[in-house]
């Protein structure tokens, strides 16, 4: 039986301020005061140098990064940039960079594998539309999606995956436990037959509207090892009942 800790990060994307970064302090004390549970918070790249100052010892990410180490790429910032300048972990593969970027399955992976080859902590997303969960095609979805998104396990930086129907981000839907005891049971299923034992390792989060009062119910689902948290996690008020909740659970 493996035990992993309850892993909740907060994905700012593109929202926050520097004045914004005066929340990690009582996020960071949340945090301390709770056992057994890893939070982390991804900005936007121009604030994880100045999050990194004022963190409190929280890790900070990157919220992409590109699956190239340099080169003429415009606008793109690579896993060694992030590293360089604090960074411990990236979400690679969410689903509104999937949609607004037009990422395949096939760049995600190659981020995940620049990302983990320089010891950040990957976090790959995944998850089905709206259309696909409709039409009985969530778990297809997913699979294959997983199947192609992440790369081999190697090294000792950690992967994780988070599981976000993208029709629960931001819509105050949240998946029923049911949906997601079930897209967890099969991704952890198939992290196992691709893995091994090593498979049992890995923490799989979900993520769509974890709030404060869904998060412990969430929690208690088999192979839910934790929260992807986006616009609950602005605000200490909204993250630290998050965090409080894994610690319980
Ligand atoms: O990365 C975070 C997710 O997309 C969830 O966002 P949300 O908590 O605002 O629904």
Redesign the pocket.
């Known amino acids: 039986m493996h035990v992993r800790r309850k892993l909740v990060?907060g994905?700012w994307?593109m929202n926050g301020s520097l004045a914004q970064l005066a929340e990690l302090a009582p996020i960071a004390a949340a945090t301390r005061a709770a056992s057994g549970v890893d939070v982390a918070i991804c900005p936007p790249f121009t604030l994880i140098a100045p999050a990194v100052a004022r963190s409190g010892g929280i890790p900070i990410g990157g919220q992409d990064c590109h699956h190239e180490s340099a080169g003429a790429h415009t606008g793109n910032v690579s896993a060694g940039m992030l590293k360089e300048v604090g960074a411990r972990l990236v979400?690679v593969g969410?689903?509104?960079r999937r949609a607004e970027q037009g990422e395949s399955d096939e760049i995600v992976r190659r981020k995940a594998e620049a990302a983990l080859a320089l010891g950040l902590q990957t976090i790959v997303?995944i998850g089905e539309s709206e259309t696909e969960r409709a039409e009985g095609r969530a778990l297809d979805c997913c699979s294959a999606q997983l199947g192609a998104s992440i790369p081999e396990l190697s090294g000792e930086a950690e992967l994780v995956i988070?599981y976000?129907p993208i029709w629960?981000?931001?819509?105050?839907r949240v998946a029923s436990c049911d949906d997601v005891r079930e897209v967890h049971a099969l991704i952890r299923r198939l992290l196992v037959e691709r893995f091994g034992d090593a498979g049992r390792r890995v923490r799989i989060l979900y993520?769509?509207?974890?709030?404060g009062d869904n998060a412990a119910e969430l929690f208690a689902v088999d192979d839910v090892d934790g929260?992807?948290?986006?616009?609950?996690?602005l605000t200490a008020e909204g993250l630290v009942p998050i965090i409080e909740a894994a610690a319980h659970s």
Do not use: D, W
């Open positions: 990060v994905n994307k979400v969410h689903s509104e997303c988070a976000e629960a981000i931001g819509t105050g993520g769509g509207s974890v709030r929260a992807l948290v986006g616009g609950a996690s």
